[in-house]
C-alpha cells in the first residue's frame, strides 16, 4: 500500500478545479483499505482523548461535496471508533424560521465545539457561498436590509461574505480551534453511478430525490463556486484540501491521515497529570 503525504491534498496556491484529482490509486484493496483505516481512527481516539482532559483546544471538522459524495458515510467511519461524548456532528439543512431572523453565522457560531471536542460539520457555513450563490433567490429568506431584490445581489455582496467567513474562521482558530475543511471532489461520471444505484437498489431508494437530478444540471455552475470558494478562503489556519473521492474508501483513510498526521504535531496536547497531593 502506498504511502500518501498529506500536503498533496492541501490547497496552498490558486488552483482550477478541474485539475484537481477524482481519483487516487493507493495500490491497496478494500480490505487493505479498510484495516488502515481502523488503526488511524483508533489513533485519532487516542488524541481526542487527550485532548478531552487537557482542554485546550476543539477540533472543527468540516466536509463539503456534491450530493452523493460520500459525505455521511466518511464521518461515520473515520470517527467510528471515537468515544460518543467526544464529538458532536451537526448536519446544516434549510435554515429554520429562528435561524433566518438572525445573520447566516448564528446557527454556526452555537454549533461550534466546546474545547476538548470534535464538532462535525456536515456542509457548513459555506453553502452560504454555494447553494445561495447557485440559487441567489434564496437570499430573499434572510430579509437583509441592503438586499431588496436579487439585483441587489452582486460582486462586493459576495466579496464581504467571504471576508465575513474569513473573520469567522480566524477568530475562533485564534481562539483554539483547529480547523479542517475537506473537499471531496466527485467527478460527474461517478455521481451518476450512484444516482443511478439509489435507483436500482431497494434499499437505497429513500436517498433519492428528484431534486438531485435539478441540482445535476446545475453541476457546472457548482464546480466554478466550489473553485472559488478554495481559492479564496484555504488558509494557513483553516486548510482546506481536496479529497479525490471517486473511491469512498480511499477517501475515508486519506481523510483520517490528514487529521491524524497534523494532530500529532501539538506536543502540547497531553493528558495532565494528577496532582501530588491528589495522588497521594
Not at 487537557?54 to 464521518?75: E, P, R
Not at 424560521?97 to 456542509?123: I, Q, T
Not at 481523510?255 to 506536543?267: N, S
Request: charged share 35%.
Amino acid at each position: 500500500m502506498k504511502d500518501i503525504n498529506i500536503e498533496d491534498f492541501r490547497i496552498k496556491s490558486q488552483i482550477n478545479i478541474k485539475d484537481l484529482p477524482t481519483k487516487l490509486d493507493l495500490d491497496a484493496g478494500k480490505k487493505d483499505l479498510k484495516k488502515a483505516l481502523r488503526k488511524v481512527s483508533e489513533d485519532l481516539a487516542e488524541i481526542q482523548n487527550a485532548m478531552y482532559a487537557h482542554g485546550k483546544y476543539a477540533v472543527l471538522f468540516c466536509i463539503q461535496g456534491m450530493d452523493t459524495a460520500g459525505k455521511d458515510s466518511l464521518i461515520r467511519e473515520v470517527f467510528k471508533e471515537f468515544n460518543v461524548r467526544g464529538i458532536v456532528a451537526h448536519s446544516f439543512k434549510k435554515p429554520t424560521e429562528l435561524e433566518l431572523k438572525h445573520d447566516y453565522l448564528w446557527r454556526h457560531y452555537k454549533a461550534l465545539p466546546a474545547r476538548g471536542k470534535f464538532g462535525v460539520f456536515n456542509r457548513t457555513h459555506y453553502e452560504n457561498v454555494l447553494v445561495t450563490r447557485v440559487h441567489p433567490q434564496y437570499l430573499m429568506y434572510e430579509n437583509m436590509p441592503d438586499i431588496e431584490s436579487v439585483k441587489d445581489v452582486n460582486d462586493a455582496f459576495w466579496d464581504r461574505r467571504f471576508e465575513e467567513i474569513n473573520n469567522f474562521e480566524k477568530h475562533i482558530a485564534d481562539n483554539g480551534t483547529i480547523i479542517f475543511k475537506f473537499f471531496l471532489n466527485l467527478s460527474k461520471e461517478e455521481q451518476k453511478n450512484r444516482l443511478l444505484r439509489r435507483l436500482n437498489r431497494p434499499d437505497k431508494h429513500w436517498k433519492f430525490s428528484a431534486d438531485d437530478l435539478k441540482e445535476r444540471a446545475l453541476w457546472d455552475k457548482y464546480q466554478d463556486c466550489y473553485e472559488d470558494v478554495l481559492n479564496r478562503s484555504s488558509k494557513p489556519h483553516a486548510p482546506w484540501f481536496n479529497i479525490p473521492a471517486d473511491d469512498k474508501p480511499t477517501a475515508r483513510y486519506i481523510v483520517a491521515r490528514i487529521l491524524y498526521d497534523t494532530l500529532k504535531t501539538y506536543e502540547d496536547i497531553r493528558e495532565p497529570e494528577l496532582p501530588a497531593k491528589e495522588k497521594a
